[in-house]
């Protein structure tokens, strides 16, 4: 079973430039979570998807950072334009949900990440 | 509002030996669920162990294991004789219940990374 897939692994880019980052989840998976993780801490929700439709955007900065779920399967993340403070692994997680709602005991998916640094 | 704490920045093992890991919580959901994730430097989390709030038993998944004691909050991880390979950051987690946060987002505290000496 493939797993979930990111890309770029890595990217340099200035402060007030515009970068995006790719995401593929496992086949099946309805539920797609970006998370932002600062050197040094855990990851931090930034957008949760279920299929295509936004469930919690609620520490997604919305002035700069976008996301996508075209088709409830690819996903891409965006910042425009970027900091400083947003130098962090981005990573992409995937999982199942239950018919009836989440299984407690289900476990999120990551990808490799991406690793952006802002200068 | 819910909440992963994990007091050890760092920790050092001896190959072969076992070490525990701390993780406390805070929640007021009567259902939750814990885990524990492994992230090596390549940065992919890997998952480890799970357990749930009305788990009657300690969870346990090869060399490792879960401390559940849940009148204290704590879900500590237990790995027994330690190799090389364990040398990663290691995260607690927690998803709360569908009534009480976000639905289903796994909320992580800081980690720790552990050294496993040879």
């Known amino acids: 079973e493939a797993g979930v897939a990111q890309s770029p692994r890595y990217k340099i880019i200035e402060k007030r430039q515009s970068v995006a980052f790719w995401c593929n989840p496992i086949s099946g998976h309805a539920t797609l979570y970006w998370y932002q993780q600062i050197l040094g801490q855990g990851p931090k929700l930034l957008i949760q998807?279920?299929?295509?439709?936004?469930?919690?955007d609620s520490q997604l900065p919305k002035d700069r950072f976008s996301a996508e779920r075209l088709k409830g399967v690819d996903s891409t993340l965006k910042i425009q334009p970027a900091k400083l403070e947003d130098s962090a692994v981005y990573l992409c997680?995937?999982?199942?949900?239950?018919?009836?709602?989440?299984?407690?005991?289900?476990?999120?998916?990551f990808g490799q990440g991406t690793r952006l640094t802002v200068v | 509002a819910q909440k992963i704490t994990q007091t050890q920045p760092g920790m050092f093992v001896q190959e072969k030996e076992a070490v525990t890991l701390d993780c406390t919580y805070d929640t007021s959901d009567p259902s939750y669920g814990l885990f524990w994730y492994k992230q090596p430097s390549s940065g992919e989390m890997i998952f480890l162990i799970y357990q749930g709030s009305y788990d009657q038993q300690n969870a346990t998944e090869g060399r490792y294991s879960l401390n559940f004691q849940k009148a204290r909050k704590s879900a500590n991880l237990v790995i027994s004789a330690s190799q090389l390979g364990d040398s990663a950051m290691y995260f607690c987690?927690?998803?709360?219940?569908?009534?009480?946060?976000?639905?289903?987002?796994?909320?992580f505290g800081k980690g720790t990374k552990l050294s496993v000496k040879p």
């Open positions: 998807f279920q299929n295509n439709g936004v469930v919690d």
């Open positions: 997680a995937s999982s199942l949900r239950g018919d009836r709602g989440f299984l407690m005991n289900t476990e999120a998916f």
């Open positions: 987690a927690m998803r709360g219940g569908n009534y009480g946060g976000s639905q289903g987002n796994l909320i």
